[in-house]
């Protein structure tokens, strides 16, 4: 599996699932840039990481700044091989009690970061001829519901539809984009929702434990790498079987 040196932006890089996923990606031999709305942590995930590393501070739902991170990495390393849009957020609220406001946050980090992201990125790796996109999804949406996560779901599911067209978009070069679906991880962000939720999630998974956010790097970094180039427009469930 080959990411070595390969110049990697993972957003929400800071914490979480976007931590693991730069850990594993710089344990492979990728020069990573930890970009995450939270500088001073990601300055510290950044400093903990082996090999060249970097810390971007950005908010992936403004598009002043996800341009400025594509330029900032461009002048540092030369080039932009792997984009990771990992960052997102997941306040949950029923229907009736969601505010237009609690939609547009979920949808503006979620689904219009993302875009954001590649836009920023695409045209420096248009000009390469190569690059990986890997976008983390989440089972809830295209799989599964979760009462009170209606917002959630819709930006995760939208994160897909747009997967697909951009790969066909991009097929003319060694372009890909993909998502990883993870089911229930350890984060604490996963935390914040409490013991109840990660119990009851933890008796609905078949290997009997929430995923670790390890987990999902890995998924992540074998579609990041070289290797798969033919791999396009789908996605990767880690998710223990929970979907089953
Ligand atoms: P987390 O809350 O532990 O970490 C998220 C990171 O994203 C934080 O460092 C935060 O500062 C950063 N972030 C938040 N808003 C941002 C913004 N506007 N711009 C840049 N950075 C921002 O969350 P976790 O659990 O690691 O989730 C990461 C991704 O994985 C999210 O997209 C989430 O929807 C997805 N996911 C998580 C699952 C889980 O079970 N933890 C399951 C399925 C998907």
Known sequence: MTVDNAVSIVTGGARGIGKGIAEVLAAEGATVVVADIDEDVAKEAAD????DAMAVGVD?????????????????????????????????????????????????????????????????????????????????????????WAHYGASKAA????????????????????????GNVRT????DLGEDYLDRMRESIPKGELGTPEDIGHAVAFLASEEAGYITGTTLVVDGGQTL
């Open 188 to 191: 604490g962000g996963l935390d």
């Open 48 to 51: 903990e990481l082996p090999g």
């Open 159 to 182: 994160m897909l539809g747009f997967v697909r067209t951009a790969a066909i978009e991009v097929a003319d070069r060694d372009i890909t984009i993909n998502a990883v679906l993870p």
């Open 60 to 148: 992936v739902s403004d598009p002043a700044e996800t341009e400025a991170l594509a330029e900032t990495v461009v002048d540092e390393y030369g080039r932009i091989d792997v984009l990771c849009a990992n960052a997102g957020i997941f306040p949950s609220a029923p229907i009736e009690e969601m505010t237009v406001e609690d939609w547009d946050e979920v949808t503006d980090v979620n689904a219009k970061g993302a875009f954001l992201c590649v836009k920023a990125c695409l045209p420096h790796m248009r000009t390469q001829d190569y690059g990986r996109i890997v976008f983390t999804s989440s089972i809830t949406g295209p799989m599964v519901g979760y009462p009170g």
